[in-house]
């Protein structure tokens, strides 16, 4: 079974016809494909003037597969999002101004 992905590309609004995939990059510096389920979850996370087509995995995994990609993330969240909060410093109570 076959599932239709929404794949990030650049080079659409130049009109040259040639396109290219946008990549992303593990903290590992591992390069990395991108894809999402649906066109709102791809434009909510790379934003409105993200260009993108439409691709099947396998296809997409033969497209990479030349460029030494091996790997997919799909619905990947910004790294930002990702990252682990960092707690604020419990204020004891008897420093605490009234």
């Known amino acids: 079974m076959h599932h239709t992905l929404f794949v990030p590309i650049h080079g659409a609004a130049q009109g040259g016809g040639t396109l290219a ?17 649906s066109e709102a979850a791809l434009l909510l996370t790379l934003g ?15 497209m990479l597969a030349p460029l030494g990609v091996t790997s997919i993330r799909v619905d990947p969240r910004p790294a930002a999002e990702l990252a682990p909060l960092r707690r604020q410093p419990a204020v004891r109570p008897e420093l605490a101004t009234r």
Request: charged content about 30%; hydrophobic content about 35%; glycine content about 12%.
């Open 21 to 37: 995939l946008r990549m992303g990059r593990l903290s590992s510096g591992e390069r990395v494909g991108l894809a999402f389920t």
């Open 48 to 62: 409105p003037c993200q260009h993108w087509i439409r691709l099947d995995g396998d296809t997409l995994r033969d």
